[in-house]
């Protein structure tokens, strides 16, 4: 087993790839609530105006003269929100709304570097936006002009006051100065007065005039109000594309936390770096193994088995011949694994062994080993472990890999506490010291304890993981059920899902094809022992490496068979004295 790996950017896009419908429909329902709330939001309409600000005459200075104002432009925009304006607004729109209210919808900008004013307001229709503005304009400068022309008026009333004081002043001296004696002091001084109340009074009558006379300028609508086409507000692509972000990252989160917390094995780096597992092979739906038939040795499946062996054998220490195969979960995933397994190992020349101790719970969901490789359903472990037949009659040696002996399930309906009984362990110890490989099809660790059972009579154990139907916990839980035995676990074999599709099964001849066993020929079975015949529908096949001679005995055979009208399996009556290659080329 090796250590989870640091995540990398293959992880997270793997994440996306499992998840992907997770983000899309987040993303979905992001837009789905932007235009949800495009419509819902009332449509609110702009319009602008924009007013130059003038710089008007103020004061008159010491000497009679007019100085201008300097015009500070954020004064002049709060001015726009005035209440005063706003009254003078109201009453241009003729509408029944506040003062304050229509100062709401209000707001002015000042364009840097310039003294124009950029008035907006809004409005439900486009009309009245259009109207709000222009009458605000209007407003703002009437208001202006008027609180200009007023410092105008004061202006000439000041003066006026001063003209008619310097006027009564003058007259006074005049007659002053009608009584004086001529060539009098008083006559010099009078006239020293009266010449200079009279400049000042010519010089306030002529500012005087100018007041009179001036217009007032306090500024002009240089762009009015236009009829806006479409609303400020909602915005339709904005919400859109912020309902999207936001349910696309809503789901990118999503899409992690089920990540994390999702208990399914979906890809064989699951596996590896979420179950901690070390992946011995990895299969797919191309080179999945079916359950009619173990897999061709040059197939790309079959290679993979053969990488398989090539591992497991370089793994297992000298002496160690006993292999478990389980699974993580229910079905029929250690089935397919330990029977290509052993048929690869088999192919080596090695004497191989494969026990079937998948015990189904019901004669429905038997495991399909006898049709896989072409022997009988019975008798088998079952049988074996009952008592009821010896080692000897369950051992069968498979057709088409004649290094390869099978030990089915057997026939019993269930196996409770055989897995734990003495005859098992001394069945496996016998076949220890006959050497060779034995490969045990053993039940999944989520079934029952029965996978434990059998691993600790075991010298190393492969876990068969179905994609899609075991889970990250089941998969912890079988390593450290066989850690707590102490089998080594070598690894894993991935598998996708596997549909199961239940064909009939045909059996293989049980009395005229009786396989033989490593210690010679089975005796014949006693009556009460015999396996009734059964109807063999396994069509003649004529194995790869035949030899011409072989060839011959092939067809020389299935010409009898024909004349009996029956067929049965070719490969069980090939002379095995050199006719015959294995898949691995090796005379048998």
Not at 163 to 190: H, M, Y
Not at 417 to 429: A, I, N, V
Not at 496 to 519: D, I, Q, Y
Request: glycine share 8%; aromatic share 2%.
């Amino acid at each position: 087993m090796e250590a989870s790996r640091p995540a990398d950017v293959s992880h997270y896009l793997g994440v996306f790839r499992r998840h992907w419908w997770v983000p899309l429909i987040a993303t979905g329902a992001g837009l789905g609530a932007g235009v949800l709330i495009t419509a819902a939001l009332p449509k609110v309409y702009e319009s602008s105006t924009s007013v130059l600000v003038q710089a008007v005459d103020q004061d008159t200075n010491a000497q009679g003269g007019r100085t201008k104002s300097m015009v500070n432009l954020d004064t002049e925009a709060q001015l726009v929100g005035s209440g005063a304006v706003a009254v003078k607004a109201a009453a241009l729109l003729r509408t029944s709304r506040s003062p304050i209210d229509l100062a709401k919808d209000v707001k002015v900008e000042v364009p840097a570097n310039t003294t124009v004013l950029v008035i907006t307001f809004q409005a439900g229709t486009p009309q009245d936006a259009q109207a709000g503005s222009h009458a605000f304009a209007e407003a703002y400068l009437r208001n202006r002009e008027e609180t200009a022309q007023s410092g105008l008026d004061q202006q000439i009333k000041t003066l006026s006051t001063k003209v008619k004081q310097l006027t009564t002043t003058l007259s006074g001296i005049n007659a002053r100065l009608a009584r004086a004696l001529k060539g009098s002091p008083d006559e010099s001084n009078l006239q020293s007065l009266r010449n200079n109340s009279q400049n000042q009074l010519n010089n306030l009558t002529g500012k005087l005039n100018e007041l009179t006379t001036t217009t007032v300028g306090a500024g002009s609508i240089i762009s009015d109000a236009r009829l806006p086409d479409t609303p400020a507000s909602p915005n339709a692509m904005v919400n859109l594309a912020t309902g999207g972000m936001l349910g696309l990252l809503a789901g990118a989160a999503l899409a992690f936390v089920r990540e994390r917390f999702d208990r399914r094995l979906r890809t064989a780096a699951d596996v590896r770096d979420r179950g901690r597992m070390n992946v011995l092979a990895a299969l797919d739906e191309r080179t999945t193994p079916h359950f009619d038939d173990v897999l061709q040795p040059y197939g790309a499946g079959g290679r993979v088995f053969n990488r398989l062996r090539n591992e497991v054998l370089a793994t297992l220490p000298q002496g160690d011949q006993i292999i478990v195969v389980t699974g993580a979960s229910r079905g029929s995933a250690s089935t397919l694994v330990a029977a290509n397994l052993a048929a690869a190992l088999a192919r080596t020349g090695s004497d191989v062994v494969l026990i079937g101790a998948h015990l189904p719970d019901s004669v429905v969901d038997a495991a399909p080993l006898a049709r896989m490789l072409g022997v009988a359903a019975v008798p088998g472990l079952s049988d074996l472990l009952a008592g009821r037949v010896s080692l000897a009659r369950t051992l069968q040696r498979t057709p088409r890999i004649p290094s390869l002996r099978v030990i089915t399930t057997g026939g019993a309906a269930t196996a409770a506490g055989l897995m734990q009984s003495q005859r098992l362990k001394d069945t496996l110890e016998t076949l220890r010291r006959q050497g060779g490989y034995v490969v045990i099809e053993a039940p999944s660790t989520a079934s029952s304890a029965d996978a434990q059972s059998l691993a600790s009579l075991a010298d190393a154990a492969i876990l068969a993981v179905e994609l899609r139907r075991s889970r990250r916990p089941a998969l912890l839980d079988a390593a450290e059920q066989l850690r707590r035995v102490g089998t080594p676990l070598l690894g894993a074999v991935v598998l996708p899902r596997l549909t199961h599709v239940r064909t009939p099964e045909p059996m293989a001849p049980a009395v005229a094809l009786t396989p033989s066993t490593a210690s010679g020929s089975a005796p014949a079975p006693t009556a009460d022992q015999a396996i009734p015949d059964v109807e063999l529908t396994q069509p003649m096949r004529i194995p790869t490496g035949t030899t011409s001679a072989g060839r011959k005995n092939v067809d020389k055979t299935d010409k009898a068979v024909r004349q009996r009208g029956g067929t049965e399996d070719i490969t069980a009556v090939i002379d095995m004295s050199g006719l015959v290659k294995d898949s691995d080329g090796d005379h048998k």
